[in-house]
């Protein structure tokens, strides 16, 4: 289902975010206004939101859609995968992902994106659709420029 059909909602999801960053540093603001805005524009999506890094275990975060897990302890899991490597993960298919952790059953992709603040992992966005296969490469460029954004709102 990934494609050209989804590209233009990322433009207008950018432009929302960077106006509602804009004069606002507050982290909590910022990280309940992006999981928000990306449901309103991203279709075919159940959850996007983040987890937080606090005392060696990811805690959930604000989020919108259905609900999931509250706490991660490090050492399974695509979100601890793309924590401890900082590096995005994206998973067609997470009932294939060695260790994943079903926190809603309706979740068949993921895809999870660090955030990197002064070279120190702080939390991780993840956004999860019901459809295997809902994102391409051009979605992962946009899910971390989504990161860098909210990243850059909190240093500004």
């Known amino acids: ?30 990280a309940a206004n992006t999981p928000a805005t990306t449901w309103q524009h991203l279709p075919d999506i159940n959850w996007a939101g983040f987890y937080c890094l606090k005392g060696g275990e990811l805690v959930h975060g604000p989020f919108h859609g259905k609900l999931a897990c509250g706490r991660i302890a490090l050492g399974k899991g695509v979100r601890v995968t793309a924590a401890a490597g900082k590096k995005t993960v994206v998973v067609l298919d997470v ?28 939390s991780v966005l993840e956004i999860d659709s019901p459809s295997r296969d809902r994102f391409a490469e051009a979605d992962r460029i946009d899910h971390e ?12």
């Not at 289902?1 to 509602?20: C, F, I, K, T, V």
């Not at 420029?145 to 500004?156: C, E, F, H, K, P």
């Open 95 to 122: 009932h294939k992902f060695p260790g994943h952790i079903a926190c809603a059953t309706a979740s068949n992709f993921e895809i999870v994106v660090p955030l990197i603040r002064k070279r120190r992992l702080v």
């Open 145 to 156: 420029a989504m990161a860098a954004a909210y990243v850059a709102a909190r240093d500004a």
């Open 1 to 30: 289902m990934a494609g050209d059909e989804w590209m233009l909602p990322y433009d207008d999801l950018l432009s929302n975010l960077n106006g509602l960053f804009e004069g606002e540093r507050d982290p909590i603001a910022n």
